[in-house]
T-cell receptor, first 114, second 113 residues
């Protein structure tokens, strides 16, 4: 049971480059989210999706794009990387009936922008 | 806007001590509150989830309580062990807009053998 899988685990980019962070879950969860974690600031929501074809912005969406073509996958795209996007990125999923169901997190992608 | 605060930011205790971690939130319109553990360089592991209608949840040596009206939750760890050393995060899911979960900044716990 893989849960939530994020790739790559580490990445170094130059300013202006673009890249896609991958996230896949095998639990058939409808809800998926992307967060960034910065020192002293906790996790902040970037984008989220409530199902295939439906996405919306979170607290800090600027500079990022998402799409959700399947239930399993929720990639995060950096359009033109900036040093301010250096962070640890986490993907999470949960079922539609969130009631007593916890969020499941991937192990994160550590991204450095030079 | 929901704000979640965890105090203290860091805590060091001797092995065997019972301890309490605090989480406070400003908007009481919550659906649930979740406590996570994060080890260095790792992702988040769910520890306990409390529904807004519940007062507490227990799992092993962990007990989480919720006082929604006062905007507070506590995580009680009994008989602490060095393996409990980690950062503990609380996260609040709102009663509307379920996806906009707000996290606290965490308490870094060190249990000294």
């Amino acid at each position: 049971n893989a849960g939530v899988t994020q790739t790559p685990k580490f990445q170094v980019l130059k300013t202006g480059q673009s890249m896609t962070l991958q996230c896949a879950q095998d639990m058939n969860h409808e809800y998926m989210s992307w967060y960034r974690q910065d020192p002293g600031m906790g996790l902040r929501l970037i984008h989220y999706s409530v199902g295939a074809g439906i996405t919306d912005q979170g607290e800090v969406p600027n500079g990022y794009n998402v799409s959700r073509s399947t239930t399993e996958d929720f990639p995060l795209r950096l359009l033109s990387a900036a040093p301010s996007q250096t962070s640890v990125y986490f993907c999470a999923s949960s079922p539609r009936q969130v009631g007593n169901q916890p969020q499941h997190f991937g192990d994160g992608t550590r991204l450095s922008i030079l | 806007k929901q704000e979640v605060t965890q105090i203290p930011a860091a805590l060091s205790v001797p092995e065997g001590e019972n301890l309490v971690l605090n989480c406070s939130f400003t908007d009481s319109a919550i659906y649930n509150l979740q406590w996570f553990r994060q080890d260095p360089g790792k992702g988040l592991t769910s520890l306990l989830l409390i529904q807004s209608s519940q007062r507490e949840q227990t799992s092993g040596r962990l007990n989480a309580s919720l006082d929604k009206s006062s905007g507070r939750s506590t995580l009680y760890i009994a008989a602490s062990q060095p393996g409990d050393s980690a950062t503990y995060l609380c996260a609040v899911r709102p009663s509307s807009g379920y996806q906009k979960v707000t996290f606290g900044t965490g308490t870094k716990l060190q249990v000294i053998p």
